[in-house]
């Protein structure tokens, strides 16, 4: 009996099945790699438009997933490198409204009683440090983490969206797990 491995079998799906599946997994890429809602959903509808127009030439080396995060990976990068060149200085007044959206995000926040408020503070400190220290780590080893970490990526699976060598990952992930240790320690000590 011949099995179709998933890679092939996704091969062989319609685009909009292949939008479906894995829409939602391009956009959480996307959205840790960038920070941003809207432009994460800008660039995940510019990865499958993208993926669109070049989908006849892909000749099913990798996998499916594979070649759309190389499209998304690529765009994030474009844009990051786009908002470098225009960032100027923002100033916000004090007195600026806020927008409703983020008094939407505010108020949708409810505390889980059950649990000191203290301790609640004290774990969306740490995980707001955390995401910030990874969100400075260089974007080589940014990426590394964010594969493994956020995607269960296996070093495998992050050579072949990357296209490093296994040891470059290896090597990028124990440098970055260091540098986030460094950064992090003084949050852990009692």
Not at 2 to 20: H, T
Not at 22 to 49: C, H, M, P, S, W
Request: include cysteine; glycine fraction near 2%; proline fraction near 4%.
């Amino acid at each position: 009996m011949n099995v179709i491995p998933p890679e092939d079998a996704d091969r062989d799906l319609d685009f909009d099945a292949l939008v479906n599946k894995y829409e939602k997994k391009i956009f959480n890429v996307i959205y840790r790699f960038l920070g941003d809602y809207e432009e994460a959903t800008d660039l995940t509808q510019e990865t499958f438009i993208s993926a669109f127009r070049h989908y006849e030439r892909f000749r099913g080396d990798a996998k499916v997933f594979t070649w759309l995060y190389q499209i998304a990976r690529n765009l994030c990068i474009n844009r990051v490198r786009q908002r470098d060149r225009q960032r100027s200085l923002r100033i916000e007044s004090l007195d600026q409204p806020r927008d409703a959206e983020e008094d939407d995000r505010m108020q949708r926040e409810v505390a889980d009683w059950s649990r000191a408020p203290q301790t609640l503070l004290e774990e969306k400190e740490l995980r707001q440090r955390i995401l910030a220290a990874i969100d400075a780590l260089p974007p080589d080893y940014k990426e590394v983490v964010m594969l493994r970490e956020f995607e269960n990526l296996s070093y495998n699976e992050i050579v072949e969206a990357t296209g490093l060598t296994l040891e470059n990952v290896k090597t990028r992930l124990s440098r970055a797990r260091a540098m986030l240790r460094r950064k992090l320690t003084p949050y852990y000590r009692e």
